[in-house]
């Protein structure tokens, strides 16, 4: 049994490419303001430094009406470094936007997200955005689209994937590249008429897979995920368990409040059926990954394990002459709670106690990602000092080699070579 008032979907894209500026007009053509309400751009990039750097960080949950149906929305990163916020919320989702510059088509930090929602048989609708570019190559454009999903194996189906041509800021969507657009409606009823509608169980136990974590200092951990199947409701008796843990004992907890997404604000509910994205509160060590079940029927969710870390840093109190002259939180325990604070809601972060109580290792995604968390805790009132990143290192047949290292050994070189953008000269040489 389907629920045919719900669509989950989740846009990737390369940073830059407009997929925030797109969901600024889904909001506002979807009839999520008042009339006459004030709105800013970007409105999905709440964080200071988001709307400064003009990148999405973190994945955020919205949704929209569309006629008489519910749409979900997914807006993700699209920096390499904060690439674990994005593998996490396809398990939400029953179908993803693929949004592709029309100047600068398809980008590397693309082409892995896209994979993986391939793999898991998601269908794509392919969004061509920023048509309006003066130096736009539309046509170009959607041939390297179908030439990545060549290279990426995708089904027939996949690869029949609807092309829309949008202008974000513009807020038109058109179905021929030759047609300009009046509004969204092309690609609201693409995604009605295309994507998938939840399966919708209602009868059987419940079960939710964790897919974000969101944190507040009042409540805690807040579990973000698409309920399975089942139906769960306030201050029910829950159990979680993890696929990668099956000798552990469940743990048993109450969901003690229920919300569901609506714009751009979470509404509390007190009940919820498979299908709906949910975000719950009442479970102190939830993780992402973990399974949230009913005590009668503990059943956990394969999920694969979040990448580790590649960079690391070291963090520790600022002993220079100038200390004390800037922050606030100077000491070895603020700094140390704060640190362990941020692993609550980033579980891509890894903090590590060292032989000084006045330092501490931090590893991250990326140089972007940790870049961001020192400037978070500055901007705060932190006081601290760090050190030049060091990148991990792992074994691969008695070899010692850096993460980055492997994930170039492991790029698909076919990719690298049959890609339109290299010469003719170049693939030759790659090939010799």
């Known amino acids: 049994m389907q629920d045919t008032k719900l669509r989950n979907v989740a846009i990737i894209a390369h940073v830059d490419h407009g997929k925030t500026t797109l969901v600024d007009e889904m909001l506002k053509q979807g009839g999520i303001y008042r009339e006459n309400q ?39 990163p699209g920096h390499a470094d904060f690439g674990g916020e994005v593998e996490r919320i396809l398990k939400m989702v029953n179908g993803v936007i693929l949004l592709v510059d029309a100047a ?174 949910i975000a719950m509160s009442g479970i102190g060590e939830i993780t992402i990954g973990d399974t949230i079940c009913a005590p009668d029927a503990v059943e956990p969710i394969e999920f694969v394990k979040i990448s580790a870390p590649t960079i690391e840093m070291t963090f520790s109190v600022n002993d220079s002459p100038f200390a004390g002259k800037e922050g606030k939180f100077v000491t070895s325990r603020q700094i140390r709670e704060r640190l362990f604070r941020e692993t609550m809601k980033d579980v891509s972060l890894r903090v590590t106690e060292t032989d000084s109580t006045d330092a501490f290792n931090v590893a991250g995604r990326g140089e972007m990602s940790l870049s961001i968390l020192i400037e978070t805790m500055r901007r705060e009132g932190y006081e601290f000092q760090v050190s030049p990143p060091r990148v991990l290192y792992q074994e691969i047949d008695g070899k010692c080699a850096s993460r980055w290292s492997v994930w170039w050994w492991t790029y698909p070189a076919t990719a690298w070579a049959r890609s339109s953008r290299r010469s003719a000269p170049a693939r030759a040489t790659f090939w010799r």
């Open 104 to 277: 600068e088509g398809p980008m590397p930090q693309t082409r892995f997200v896209l994979s993986k929602a391939l793999e898991l048989g998601h269908k794509v609708i392919v969004v061509v955005n920023k048509v309006d570019r003066p130096d736009q190559r539309i046509h170009e454009v959607m041939d390297e689209v179908l030439e990545l999903l060549l290279d990426l194996n995708a089904t027939d189906e996949q690869f029949e994937s609807p092309t829309l041509f949008c202008s974000g800021r513009q807020g038109t969507a058109s179905y021929s590249p030759d047609v300009p657009g009046t509004d969204l409606v092309p690609l609201f009823e693409t995604i009605l008429n295309y994507i998938p509608a939840p399966e919708a169980d209602t009868e059987a136990p419940f079960q939710m897979l964790v897919s974000s974590i969101d944190y507040n200092e009042f409540v805690g951990r807040i579990a973000i995920g698409r309920i399975e199947r089942g139906t769960v409701k306030q201050n029910q008796e829950i159990a979680v368990c993890n696929f990668h843990q099956p000798d552990a004992a469940p743990q048993k907890a109450k969901a003690t409040a229920l919300y569901q997404f609506d714009g751009l604000g979470r509404v509390p509910v007190t009940e919820a059926t498979a299908g709906n994205i």
């Open 38 to 76: 004030a709105t800013v751009e970007r409105v999905m990039d709440s964080n200071d430094l988001e709307r400064e750097r003009g990148i999405t960080i973190l994945a955020k949950n919205t949704a929209v009406h569309y006629k008489d149906v519910k749409i979900n929305i997914v807006d993700t």
